[in-house]
């Protein structure tokens, strides 16, 4: 359920959100970042992912998140779950007023192609791991996620 800006700001502003991170490899060993359109982390490279909804199971907001991010339909019990992990942010997707925590369950899924961009990402490229490891302009929680 999308929520209006007042209620998700509130929200933002009191709780943590829960997401899903998609880890995305392709038959090379590659991995797929997107280049951030939206705070918090613009204009980083980071995997995608999003919330999760409240009422929206785990099964459908895996399905509706791999739709939205990558344009494909893969269910969660196709990927494989790595871990949780906790993403700590000094801003918000809305301004510099208060922080956003995450968080953020962690599933790795195979993809060969590169997706259609969505309005979460300006450019999607594949990297090798240690060449992301290395990258300023990958974010710290997405090289987190290959240490």
Excluded at 14 to 43: F, M
Excluded at 54 to 82: C, H, P, Q
Excluded at 87 to 93: A, Q, R
Aim: glycine fraction near 4%; avoid cysteine.
């Amino acid at each position: 359920m999308l929520l209006s800006k007042d209620i998700f700001s509130n929200v933002i502003e009191n709780t943590p959100l829960i997401s899903i991170d998609l880890i995305v490899e392709n038959d090379k060993g590659q991995i797929l970042l997107g280049k951030r359109i939206n705070e918090p982390a613009l204009g980083y490279w980071f995997v995608p992912g999003g919330r999760i909804f409240k009422d929206e199971s785990l099964d459908d907001a895996f399905i509706r998140t791999v739709k939205e991010e990558l344009g494909l339909n893969i269910e969660r019990k196709d990927a494989i779950f790595d871990k949780t992990y906790e993403h700590f942010y000094e801003n918000n997707v809305f301004d510099d007023k208060f922080s956003t925590h995450y968080i953020v369950l962690a599933h790795k899924i195979k993809i060969d192609n590169l997706p259609i961009l969505n309005n979460q990402h300006s450019n999607y490229k594949w990297f090798e791991v240690d060449e992301l490891l290395q990258n300023k302009n990958v974010h710290k929680y997405t090289k987190d996620y290959f240490i």
